[in-house]
């Protein structure tokens, strides 16, 4: 049994990222600004999330692309996810999507009727029942945005 706890402690060591449900830490290879519209990248069914810069953690999670835009949502079916309230403390992000990692802003969507075609879209997405528990549930989405820094900097005119 030790020897066992043994190699799956070091199988999670070896990872870079999220393990399955288990959260990781830092998501490992360069990364790239964030893109503006993510329509090619609608199909992707999870993401990874890497969140706290500081004292990086990373989470897979669900996604969704509306209009170009990508989406993830917060869930709070277990009292153990945490991460939702640390990504609006400091919602400087690092997402890895179809084995790309990319610096963005994770911003708290507050509009009822956007809320409400983000949860039709994951349902349909992912085969939920559109009234069911997940419409039920306490979430909260984020939407993933260039980090103003980088949004200024592709703003200036080329020289």
């Not at 509009?111 to 419409?135: Q, S, T, V």
Request: net charge neutral; aromatic share 8%; proline share 10%.
């Amino acid at each position: 049994m030790r020897g066992a706890l043994f190699a799956f402690c070091s199988l999670l060591l070896a990872c870079d990222g999220p393990v399955g449900p288990l959260p990781g830490g830092r998501l490992a290879g360069p990364d790239t600004a964030c893109p503006v519209e993510w329509q090619a990248l609608a199909g992707e069914r999870e993401v990874e999330l890497e969140l706290m810069p500081d004292a990086p953690r990373s989470v897979r999670i669900w996604n969704v692309v509306v209009a170009g835009r990508l989406f993830v949502p917060g869930d709070f079916l277990t009292p153990i996810k945490r991460w939702p309230q640390q990504v609006v403390a400091d919602p400087r992000v690092r997402i890895r999507i179809a084995g790309r990692i990319h610096r963005c802003l994770a911003q708290r969507v507050e509009d009822p009727e956007l809320i409400e075609g983000l949860r039709r879209a994951a349902a349909e997405k992912y085969e939920l029942e559109p009234d069911g528990w997940a419409a039920q549930s306490e979430i909260w989405w984020f939407e993933l945005r260039p980090r103003p820094e980088e949004a200024a900097i592709r703003a200036q005119p080329a020289r």
